[in-house]
């Protein structure tokens, strides 16, 4: 389980506040989120007062546990990642105690897991990522140390369950390392913990219950026409997390592949829509659908391409190699100075005649990178050999995404096409090798209608492709030629 809407983005404020406005501001955001928490174990467990009251014991000595936290963070003014993950992870905690409780009070038998007692990853001293960022935070679950914790905790803590048809409730989003450190599965790992349970209980399906009906042909919040996507592949499914799409967690596919175990993705509030089946061929197969009805009159075509999708913040940094050596030396280093600063690129394109390269970064990350490029080529600057490292933020990558996009003649030219007939300036372009992404960079205030014209332009509701393109090259181009 995951926890209650907009919990984690509450207690990281009460991390940040206490490093920068103090402990009694921090501490009131505290008892306001805790207050909350403990509103919905109130509204929940209404008659049921005995358990309602554990819970909030529970999630009272939390409180404290935190609170104790804020002193310590008030005077140092920053806050380490471990602590952070400490104190964010606990809306899972709080919410697998208050799902278990109520499952007791309708008769079924159930017991809770904090998954930071069983679930054992390797111990990276990363951030926690946003939602939809550019960075990669993946983690690496150690399966044979968390398969030998799980089996120990059902022999000894969940012997109540051993009868009957039990329901566990796990923790999502938090783990520990090898030595017992609390840490997370990074933003929107929920579904990560999902599918590596459901791999270590050899499930036979996952279903991931989000608040929309499965996972669009774009963000519906900026492209009105997106529909769900009924069906897409493993693969798919990875490079739609990657580029952007913050319906699904971008590691999460990994235990799915290894058991070939369908992931179907669904809306909680619309349970009788089948939502989007993610699977090996990327089709609804019957053995899938089992149970689950897949009658779905309304669904995205957008013909080879499966969806559309965007991160809105990226920079970029360019590497001018000058005379000093080959565009292959110029592109080796600089990404070798990335990839030792933690730093992760997200797009790279090259002019080989210029011997120059320019790489795409997460926005928040784009000063340091070009710090840390430009420090790999001092002496190569300093003698003029290498012309100098530039740095431009407030761009936004938008990627179409398919496997039905290799070998199909004239995806790129609908793309570019629908960018120029949007009045859209691109930047870079670069294609994955597997042909199953293209992706272009635009300038960020341009990324709305970029999403829109692209969408429009593969689902056919855009006007002639010839005649609107031609219509807003005249016009775009007109103040040039007049130069």
């Known amino acids: 389980v995951a926890e209650v809407k907009g919990m984690t983005d509450k207690l990281i404020s009460v991390v940040e506040m206490a490093t920068s406005q103090g402990e009694k501001a921090a501490k009131a955001e505290l008892d306001a989120a805790v207050e909350a928490q403990c509103d919905v174990v109130r509204d929940l467990l209404q008659g049921h007062d005995a358990v309602a009251e554990e819970i909030m014991a529970s999630i009272g000595k939390d409180h404290q546990n935190i609170e104790a936290l804020l002193r310590s963070l008030a005077l140092l003014k920053v806050a380490p990642n471990t602590l952070m993950e400490y104190v964010a992870g606990m809306g899972e905690i709080w919410s697998a105690q208050i799902m278990c409780g ?240 933690g730093l992760k690129v997200v797009l790279v394109t090259q002019a080989s005649s210029e011997h120059s390269i320019s790489v795409a970064v997460d926005e928040a990350q784009g000063r340091h990178a070009a710090k840390v490029v430009q420090a790999a080529f001092e002496l190569e600057i300093a003698r003029g050999q290498v012309s100098g490292v530039r740095h431009a933020e407030g761009y936004s990558m938008l990627t179409i995404i398919g496997d039905g996009m290799r070998g199909f003649v004239g995806t790129s030219a609908k793309l570019l096409g629908a960018l120029a007939r949007g009045g859209v300036n691109v930047v870079a372009v670069a294609q994955g090798s597997s042909e199953r992404n293209v992706t272009v960079v635009v300038e960020r205030p341009a990324l709305g209608n970029a999403l829109q014209s692209v969408h429009a332009e593969f689902a056919g509701t855009a006007s002639a492709f010839r005649e609107s393109v031609n219509d807003a090259l005249e016009d775009l181009n007109a103040p040039y030629r007049r130069r």
């Open 102 to 341: 109520y499952l007791k009070t309708c008769g079924v038998p159930t017991a809770w897991i904090n998954a930071r007692d069983v679930l054992i990853v390797e111990a990276k001293d990363t951030a926690l990522g946003a939602k939809g960022g550019a960075t990669d935070m993946k983690m690496d679950p150690i399966y044979d140390i968390t398969q030998a914790k799980l089996e120990n905790w059902w022999q000894t803590q969940g012997t109540d369950v051993h009868k009957g048809t039990p329901i566990l409730v796990i923790t999502g989003f938090v783990a520990s390392t090898p030595t017992g450190v609390p840490t997370t599965l990074k933003r929107s790992g929920s579904d990560f913990s999902a599918t590596i349970f459901a791999q270590l209980l050899r499930a036979s399906r996952v279903t991931l219950w989000k608040n929309v009906d499965g996972v669009f042909s774009a963000d519906p919040g900026v492209v009105h026409d997106a529909l769900p996507v009924s069906a897409m592949s493993y693969d798919e499914a990875i490079e739609l997390a990657y580029f952007g799409g913050q319906v699904l967690h971008p590691s999460a596919m990994a235990p799915c592949m290894d058991m070939n175990m369908p992931l179907f993705v669904r809306n909680v509030f619309n349970p009788s829509f089948p939502g989007t089946i993610i699977n090996r061929s990327g089709f609804v197969e019957t053995d899938d659908s089992a149970g689950v009805s897949m009658n779905v009159p309304l669904t995205a075509s957008l013909g080879p391409v499966k969806a559309v999708t965007a991160i809105s913040r990226i920079a970029m940094v360019d590497i001018e190699g000058g005379s000093w050596a080959s565009v292959s030396q110029v592109a080796a280093r600089t990404m070798l100075a990335l990839n030792d600063a």
